[in-house]
């Protein structure tokens, strides 16, 4: 990425993104327009403009006709001029997708995991970030986004531990940039999904969401007015490790004892399956065993929703564990607590993912910095 050469590059930098995020959310949109919108003086978006038509990241498109005024030329974002790459970590797999400017996907690419070691796994996801960008040379890799199930701490870049890959306290992105000669951005896999809802859909702008991530393992990401809430330390939406029962006494991979991770998440009802002798069974091989998984996620995500106030909750099911009976209980579970009359319910969204909805969400993380003041100072 480019370094910034004093104050004056900075406001020109600030300025830039301001325009590229009304572009964004009202394109195709008149200079005009622009200008009221940023407050910034007619002059300096003409200036803005012509600079990020050169570099293609905005395009001029359609004619609008005012009112009476002459006819202007509207501003759309480019399609070719930068890519960023999101990456869905499992533990089996590399899945990468390019986006442009747009959001648009222009590319994928899988690739096998030999090994989760992070050496290892950091070495795939060049290998696969090469093949997808093959023949796109042209365009300018502006960063790479991984999602990763398990407790992130996006801005130190650590993965602070994740059950599925067997990863304490890894510092993936320094490890993964230095390999890449690219920004790397990590999330998990809930705030990977929260991502990829938030950037390109103006309804959500401002608005108050819980996202729940149920998979291997589980997360949830608290969106609070438009942005994802990280709290204090980092690693804020980490209800899988709350604890659900006083003494069951079942160890969960993250060293406490009783966490809901243990009950609901697929990791922890494999293990449950396997210790009742059917470890070599499907998820949902035992009814009562994947009732009480639901009834209990059912419950905690009403909590945090009773806690939090969102106006919409959005249950994101990974492929391992889109069953049918577990979103049907986990609904129900979640529509009882809100039967009386005190607490408004949110509107409740259940979802099954595949591995682009997290490449996409990662994938946004990185591009949201184009539009963002605050965020490009960390890019
Ligand atoms: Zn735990």
């Not at 890799?141 to 993965?159: F, K, P, T, Y």
Request: include cysteine; proline fraction near 4%; glycine fraction near 12%.
């Amino acid at each position: 990425m480019k370094t910034r050469a004093g104050s004056k590059a900075l406001i020109r930098e600030i300025n830039e993104a301001l325009v590229l995020d009304v572009v964004r959310a009202q394109r195709p949109v008149a200079r005009a327009r622009i200008a009221s919108e940023t407050g910034l003086s007619p002059a300096t978006v003409t200036g803005i403009t012509a600079k990020l038509v050169q570099a293609g990241l905005l395009i001029e498109t359609d004619v609008a006709r005012g009112t009476g005024g002459r006819p202007a030329r509207l501003l759309d974002l480019g399609r070719g001029a930068v890519l960023a790459a999101g990456v869905r970590l499992s533990t089996s797999e590399v899945f990468v997708l390019l986006v442009n400017l747009r959001g648009e996907v222009v590319a994928s690419h899988r690739e096998p995991l030999t090994s989760v070691r992070p050496e290892d796994v950091g070495e795939s996801i060049a290998r696969a970030v090469r093949a997808a960008s093959a023949g796109r040379e042209s365009a300018t890799l502006i960063g790479v986004g991984v999602a990763i199930s398990g407790v992130v701490d996006q801005a130190s870049g650590e993965v602070r531990h994740s059950g599925s890959l067997g990863w304490a306290h890894v510092p993936f992105q320094a490890q993964l940039s230095s390999r890449l000669q690219a920004p790397v951005v990590i999330d998990s896999y809930a705030n990977s999904v929260a991502s990829g809802l938030l950037l390109f859909d103006g309804r959500l702008a401002g608005r108050d969401l819980l996202v729940f991530s149920v998979g291997p393992s589980l997360g949830a990401s608290v969106v609070v007015q438009g942005g994802i809430h990280r709290g204090f330390s980092g690693a804020a939406g980490g209800f899988a490790h709350a604890r659900v029962e006083a003494g069951a006494r079942r160890p969960c991979h993250c060293g406490a004892l009783d966490c809901l991770e243990t009950w609901s998440s697929g990791w922890g009802i494999q293990r449950e399956l396997g210790r009742r002798g059917h470890g070599d069974q499907r998820l949902d091989a035992d009814a009562a065993l994947l009732g009480e998984a639901g009834d209990r996620l059912g419950v905690a995500m009403a909590n945090a929703a009773k806690m939090f106030g969102p106006e919409r909750v959005v249950v994101a099911f990974t492929p391992e564990m889109n069953l049918p009976e577990l979103a049907a209980r986990v609904e129900r579970v979640f529509r009882r607590q809100y039967e009386h009359e005190n607490t408004p319910a949110p509107d409740l969204e259940l979802t099954a993912t595949d591995p682009s909805t997290h490449g996409r969400g990662a994938a946004y993380t990185v591009l949201a910095r184009m539009f963002t003041v605050g965020a490009t100072e960390q890019a």
